[in-house]
C-alpha cells in the first residue's frame, strides 16, 4: 500500500515568515493530495488539494507543489500569522483511500 | 448542509462496557471512512465503505471492534469491551467517489476515555 511521510514534526517561526512542510509519498497510482489543518480540539479541515495533473496550486497565502517524479509534494505557506498555529496533515489519495502523514505543528510566534 | 454529524461528543466509560458511536455522513456522498486518532499513532484508518459496503476493514485493531453502514446515512463503530488503550479520538468523514470529486470532509470527532 501507499506510504506517506512528513517532514518536519515541529515547525517554528516568526509572524511574516514562510513556512514549507514536506511529504513524500511511495506509489505512483496515488493522483490526489489534500492538505489538512487541525487546530487544538477540532476536526482535520481541507484547506488546499492538488491533483497528479497540476505541478502548483495557490490560494491566496497558501500554495501546494506537486512533483510526480520525484513523488513528493509540499505546502508553502508565507506570511505566516499566529491564526496560522495549527497541526497540518498531508494525504495521498488511490484506489479510494486517504493515507495520512504523521502531521506537523506549526508554531507561528508573533 | 449540515456537514458530518458524530454523536456522541464525549464518552466516558469503564473498561468492559459496550461503546456505540454514531455518524451521518452528509447527503449525497457514497464514500464513509473511520478513523481514530491519538498522539501516539497519529491519524489512522479503520475501515471504509463505498455505498454502504464495508471494502476495506484492515485498519480495525482487533475483533473488538466492528462498523456497520445499514443505509446510506448512517454508520455505527461499536467497541465490546472496550479497554483504556482503546482512549483516542475517533473521526467519521465522508466524501463523494467520483472522478473529480473526492474531497473528504471530516466530523467533529467523538472523544473517547475508557477508565
Known amino acids: 500500500g501507499e506510504n506517506v511521510e512528513q517532514h518536519p514534526s515541529t515547525l517554528s517561526v516568526q509572524e511574516g515568515d514562510s513556512a514549507v512542510i514536506k511529504c513524500t509519498y511511495s506509489d505512483s497510482a496515488s493522483n490526489y493530495f489534500p492538505w489538512y489543518k487541525q487546530e487544538l480540539g477540532k476536526r482535520p479541515q481541507l484547506i488546499i488539494d492538488?491533483?497528479?495533473?497540476?505541478g502548483e496550486k495557490k490560494d491566496q497565502r497558501i500554495a501546494v507543489t506537486l512533483n510526480k517524479t520525484a513523488k513528493h509534494f509540499s505546502l508553502h505557506i508565507t506570511e505566516t500569522q499566529p491564526e496560522d498555529s495549527a497541526v497540518y496533515f498531508c494525504?495521498?489519495?488511490?484506489?479510494?483511500?486517504?493515507?495520512f502523514g504523521s502531521g506537523t505543528k506549526l508554531n507561528v510566534k508573533p | 448542509d449540515a456537514g458530518v454529524i458524530q454523536s456522541p461528543r464525549h464518552e466516558v466509560t469503564e473498561m468492559g462496557q459496550e461503546v456505540t458511536l454514531r455518524c451521518k455522513p452528509i447527503s449525497g456522498h457514497n464514500s464513509l471512512f473511520w478513523y481514530r486518532q491519538t498522539m501516539m499513532r497519529g491519524l489512522e484508518l479503520l475501515i471504509y465503505?463505498?455505498?454502504?459496503?464495508?471494502?476495506?476493514d484492515s485498519g480495525m485493531p482487533e475483533d473488538r471492534f466492528s462498523a456497520k453502514m445499514p443505509n446510506a446515512s448512517f454508520s455505527t463503530l461499536k467497541i465490546q469491551p472496550s479497554e483504556p488503550r482503546d482512549s483516542a479520538v475517533y473521526f467519521c468523514?465522508?466524501?463523494?467517489?467520483?472522478?473529480?470529486?473526492?474531497?473528504?470532509?471530516f466530523g467533529p470527532g467523538t472523544r473517547l476515555t475508557v477508565l
Open positions: 494525504a495521498g489519495y488511490n484506489f479510494n483511500k486517504f493515507y
Open positions: 468523514a465522508s466524501s463523494l467517489r467520483e472522478l473529480a470529486l473526492n474531497e473528504q470532509f
Open positions: 465503505f463505498n455505498n454502504n459496503v464495508p471494502i476495506d
Open positions: 492538488i491533483r497528479s495533473n497540476v
